[in-house]
């Protein structure tokens, strides 16, 4: 019936896992309550009352901080693999490391630069 064989217990579980998220879906419209008055329809503030409307804009420096921030933690978690291995890489891979830790800092220089690390 398939034609690559050995891929019928792949299909199942790609059918299986987009059923899933639709049927909680589903499970969530059809039993959950239909109520649209009063406390329902307030802003959730850890139990508190809401002070103000829920629309705040955000300075872009906050998003730029958190951008390098990612950047940088995601670059560095490509180093552990390599200083895991390193004994069996040898010099071209010793290379390789250190002109991705050169543009790594050249990046950081940059946004320092830009002044994406300014707070204030």
Known sequence: MFALKGYDAFLGFLLISAAVPVLALLTNKF?????????????????MEPIGGAWIQFN?????????????DVETVFLYPWAVAFHKLGLLAFIEALIFIAILIIALAYAWRKGALEWS
């Open 31 to 47: 039993l959950s309550p239909n109520s649209q008055a009063g406390e329902r329809q307030l802003t959730y503030e850890s139990g």
């Open 60 to 72: 872009i420096r906050y998003y730029m901080f958190a951008l390098v921030f990612v950047i940088f």
